[in-house]
C-alpha cells in the first residue's frame, strides 16, 4: 500500500547490514557521511511509525479496518527508548555547526526535540493513566432524570432550551463525570510534571510550549493583551444578551442559548450535499489541482466536527467530517481540506521535517492549525458567501455585521479553558475547583456559587490532548494575519485568482520544517506573528 523513495531502500539495506555485522552499529557514526545514512535509517523507520499511527487513528475513527494503535505506538518507543540513539543525536546536535550544512543541523535540531518529546509519548506509566482515563471519559454515561444523554444532546438542548432553570440543570450534567475522574487526573498531570522536571524542564506545560517553539512569557503577554482588549465587548456582549434572554443575572449556562439567538446566517445557504462540489470549485479557481491531489474525503457521524489525518506526506491525506448543519459544517469542511492541502503540498524529502503531528517536537500545532484555519477564513468573507453561496449581499454582509459575539466567546472561553490547564501543571495540588471559578470570573466575567459542584475533569482534552488549547487561539492570529496579507496582495481576485495557490504552496507549505514557523510567519506576513489582524476580525482596533 505505501511506496518508499528508492534511496530509502538503499539505505535500509546499508543499515541491515551494518546492524547485522557489529553489536553497536551507532558507533561507528564518525562521519558525517555515516550520520547521513544513519539519520535516513532512523528517519525510514521513523516515517513508518507515523504511517502506521496515522492508519490505525484513520482505521479507529473511520470504522474502515481493525486499528492497532499499540502496534503503532510500539515502534516509536523501539526508537525513543533506546538511549543510544538519543546519545548520539545529541553529540552530534552538539557539533551541528561545525557540519556546514543546514539542512542537516536542522534535522539534528529536530530529532533531538523529538527525543525529548517521544520520551514522554512512549513512557508506560502515563500512556497507561491517559489510556484508562480515555475509555473512562469515553464510556461514561450521563443521566438526566434517570435517562441517559448524550454530550451532543446536552450541547443542543443548552442552545434551544428557553428556561434558564432547565439550562442550568443541563449545565450541571458534566459534573457527573468530573467527580469521578478528578483524581486520575490529577495523576496524570504530576505524572506528566515528574517527567518533564527529570528533562531539566518546569513542568510539563513548559516543556510543551518549548516543543513546539512557543515562547512562554511572548505567550503569556498575548493572551493577557487579548484578554484586556477584548474586555469590554465582552462586558456588552452579557449586557446585550441579558436583554435577549430576558434575564437579570447571565449565568455560564446562558452563554450558547445566547449565542444561539445573535447567530445569523440561515442553513438554507449550506446545503450539506453540496460541500465538495462548492469546496473543489473553489480551490480548482484559486488554481489547486484538486482532481490529481491524493485526498481522501467522507462523511461520518463522528464525535467532534471533522478530522484530517496526514497518514504519508505528500502521499496520502485524508479527512472525516461530521454531517453538522449549517455554515459550522462548511467552515469546518474548508479546516479540514485546510489540513489536507498542507499535507500533500509539503514537498521535503526527509521524514522528520515532514511535519508529522505524532510526536510533540516535530510540528508547531499552532502553526498547522493556522494554515488550515486559512481555508475557512475564506467562508468568514462576503464576497465569498455571495460568490459561492445562495446567500445575498444583504444576507452576507448582516452576517458579517453579526458574527462577532459569538467568535469573541469562543476567544473568551478559549482563554479560560487554557489558563485553568496552565494554572492546574503550576501547581496541581491547589483547590481546582475554586480555580475553575476563578477563571470563570476572569475570562467570562460570571460567577459560579461555590457550592455549585465542580466541571473540568470531565474534559477529554486535559487527558488526551495536553497543553493545546493556546494553539486554538494562535491559529486565529495566524489564519487572520495571513488572509491580511492574501486580500492586500490579491485584492477581489482573492477568490478566483488561480495564482493564489501557488503563493500559499510556496510560502506556507512546500518546506515543511525546515524553518522555525514564527520565521514561516514572518517571512509571509512581512512581521512577526501579533494580535492586531485578529482584533480587527473581532471589530477591534488594536
Ligand atoms: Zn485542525
Redesign the pocket.
Known sequence: MFRYKSHYTYFLIVSLFLFASCEHPRDTVSTKNELLIYLDTLEQAYEEACIQTGMANWNLYSGEAVHNLDAAKAKFAKIFLDSSNKKLIEVWRGKSSALADDTLARRLELWWRCFLGGNIYSDSAIAANENYLQKKITNFKFSYLGNRISLAEIGTRLRVEQNPKQRKNYWLITSQLSDNAQDELVELVKLRNEKAKQLGFYNYYSLSLFLQQIKEDWLLKTLNNLEEKTRANFQEFIESSKKKLKTKKFHPWDFDAAVYRWASISDSHFPKDSIFPILHRFHKNIGFKVDSLPIKETIKDIPFGGL?IGINIPHDSRYLLNPITGKRFYNVAF??YG?ALHTVHTHIRYPILKGYEWIPGASCGAY??GV?ELQAEFVNDPEWLRTYTSASQDDAEKYVATRTFGDLYYLRRTLKDFFFEYEMYKNPDQDLATLEREMYKKYLLVEIDSTMPHRYASSIWYTMYPCYYQNYILSKMISAQVYEVIVNKFGSSKISNPELSGWIIEHLYANGEVQEWYERIRNTTGKSLETGAYLRTLKIMD
Do not use: C, P, R, T
Open positions: 484530517n479546516h479540514e489540513h498547522a492549525e488550515a
